[in-house]
């Protein structure tokens, strides 16, 4: 099992666009859920807490194997919200390991 965690620094400096763009990433993300095969399980918000150190959102998904995060990486669906993701963001981090 690969654990897929990917945190974003969104652009925006308001707090209201930031609430908006941080549902948008999310909302973007979870319709993935049932169209892309390889997705065991997969959680997506906002941040709650410690918001001048923190990051603003984040995602945890799970594959069974790490050729399943690869078909995610690479399916369709999956490349059409990259870039309005990107959009939105001015950075990622990401780590991928071994459950």
């Known amino acids: 099992m690969i654990r897929h965690v990917v945190a974003w620094k969104?652009?925006?400096?308001?707090q209201e666009q930031k609430a908006a763009d941080a549902a948008t990433i999310?909302?973007?993300?979870q319709s993935l859920v049932?169209?892309?095969?390889?997705?065991?399980?997969?959680?997506v918000g906002p941040n709650r807490a410690y918001f001048e150190s923190?990051?603003?959102v984040a995602l945890v998904a799970?594959?069974?194997?790490?050729?399943?995060?690869?078909?995610?990486?690479?399916?369709?669906a999956h490349l059409e919200v990259?870039?309005?993701?990107k959009a939105l963001v001015s950075g990622r981090v990401a780590v991928d390991f071994e459950l």
């Open 34 to 43: 049932g169209v892309v095969p390889s997705i065991s399980a997969l959680t």
């Open 82 to 85: 990259v870039p309005q993701i």
């Open 26 to 29: 999310s909302g973007l993300l």
């Open 62 to 76: 799970d594959f069974e194997s790490l050729e399943g995060l690869e078909a995610y990486q690479s399916h369709p």
């Open 54 to 56: 923190n990051w603003d």
């Open 10 to 14: 969104l652009a925006a400096t308001e």
